[in-house]
């Protein structure tokens, strides 16, 4: 049966807080359980914006789904045209079933190439 649950989370930047007009924003509930694997998403959610950081979103997802001895971790990614600006470098590990409060993420912005 599903039973769906919001998640706080606001987005912070630990270097420049500008998002450009057209940035992706995507923001996943990931079970991180094995190592071995690739994480699976339970829950995404993708939007357009810019502006200033910080970036408060909600994100919904199906409790049902949680299993209490299974890890997860939040995940967020920022693109312009394809490319990556900013991305979440240390793991935000989260306790769905039993969250509660505004989850903050920290990302980090990507070093630019230099074009040589």
């Known amino acids: 049966m599903t039973q769906m649950k919001s998640l706080n989370v606001e987005i912070v930047s630990s270097g420049d807080s500008t998002l450009p007009p ?4 995507e923001l996943s509930l990931l ?3 094995t190592a071995d694997a690739r994480s699976v998403s339970l ?3 993708r939007l357009r914006c810019g502006g200033l950081m910080p970036i408060n979103l909600q994100l919904t997802f199906d409790s049902s789904l949680i299993d ?4 997860y971790a939040l995940a967020v990614r920022i693109e312009k045209d394809g490319q990556l ?4 470098s240390s793991r935000h590990p989260i ?9 903050r993420v920290t990302v980090d912005p990507i070093a630019k190439g230099t074009g040589r």
């Open 22 to 25: 057209s940035g992706l924003v």
């Open 85 to 88: 600006h900013y991305i979440n």
């Open 95 to 103: 306790a769905p079933g039993s969250v509660s409060g505004t989850q």
């Open 43 to 45: 829950a995404e959610l």
């Open 31 to 33: 079970d991180v359980s």
């Open 68 to 71: 209490p001895d299974r890890s």
